[in-house]
């Protein structure tokens, strides 16, 4: 692993750049770099997968988000203008090895509310809580992934033929103003993932692509008076099937997922040593392919914090 950090004064924009290698015989336990796609790892993957794993075969990332079994390069740079900050990020790898059938990806706009639901760590757990009506969704720690089965596969030994491309495009911005002299914060941050049969500039969907999982996420935040913090949260989230991964027995289609996620609530500084911090939020979930994948719920949270 290479990483190089050029300061904006050398080339107007900032540019951190790390090229990277991560054979798939790597394996941690820490979690800091994805180590799901060697079968070879754990009898019977496919099915046990460990308690806290985050998912099973070749996992989409963002980037920065490092994973064995792959050559690769990230590419991050900013640009600031007044009270506007944008970050932009871009990466691109390429499996060493064809291993896995399966792919991963993060249910991030309400995977964490679902992973309070399904306990991903149940007394005695050797491995990870698979839920859903397809058995397909897992909860880890403060998240929920999903396993897509691909099926270009070699019928004698049922086994992977195509090395596969991981796309990544990250994007966040900030803004600061001010309402009736009050601080106003408006957050977002897009990402899209993609995993194909060959490279592109993009990730997207199209003939070479498996799997395009694409996150939009809006915070803000407005200071109503002195240590009261009014909240608002909005989050869409896309998961789309390509031809070679598995259809629904209903529809003959692909997976094509919309989650969405709506929320509200507010930051209560009482005082320096105690904080009052409430939520709400509103998910909705609804696979259009796999027509029992779908949910619909509302989330509370409480929280009072007390320093002494």
Do not use: C
Not at 104 to 125: D, M, Q, T, W
Not at 150 to 156: C, S
Not at 295 to 306: A, Q, V
């Amino acid at each position: 692993m290479v990483r190089v950090k050029v300061p904006k004064k050398y080339t107007f924009l900032p540019i951190d750049f790390q090229v990277y290698q991560i054979g798939a015989d790597f394996f941690s336990q820490s979690g800091e770099i994805a180590t799901s796609s060697n079968p070879e790892f754990q009898q019977n993957f496919a099915v046990n997968v460990p308690a806290g794993q985050v998912g099973a075969g070749g996992i989409l990332t963002q980037t920065n988000q490092l994973a064995h079994n792959r050559r690769g390069f990230n590419l991050n740079t900013g640009w600031e203008w007044k009270e506007i900050k944008l970050n932009f990020g871009y990466g691109l790898a390429a499996e060493l090895e064809v291993q896995n059938s399966q792919l991963s990806y993060v249910h991030r706009v309400n995977g964490l509310a679902l992973s309070r639901i399904y306990n991903p760590f149940p007394a005695n757990a050797t491995s990870a809580t698979r839920f859903g009506p397809y058995g397909r969704k897992i909860s880890f720690f403060r998240g929920v992934s999903e396993v897509v089965q691909t099926t270009d596969l070699d019928p004698a030994t049922a086994a992977p033929l195509t090395r596969k491309y991981y796309h990544s495009v990250d994007l966040q911005a900030k803004y600061k103003t001010q309402l009736a002299d009050r601080p106003f914060y408006f957050f977002y941050i897009g990402n899209l993932q993609s995993a194909k049969s060959e490279a592109t500039l993009l990730p997207g969907l199209d003939e070479s692509s498996y799997l395009y999982v694409q996150y939009h996420e809006i915070d803000l935040y407005y200071e109503l008076f002195d240590g009261f913090l009014f909240t608002g949260y909005l989050g869409l989230e896309r998961a789309q099937g390509g031809r070679f991964t598995q259809w629904g027995e209903e529809t003959n289609l692909p997976l094509n997922q919309t989650g969405r996620g709506y929320g509200l609530g507010f930051d209560w500084t009482v005082n320096d040593a105690t904080g009052l911090y409430f939520r709400y939020r509103h998910m909705e979930f609804e696979d259009t392919s796999f027509e029992l994948d779908r949910y619909r719920g509302n989330e509370f949270t409480l929280e009072l914090k007390n320093y002494f």
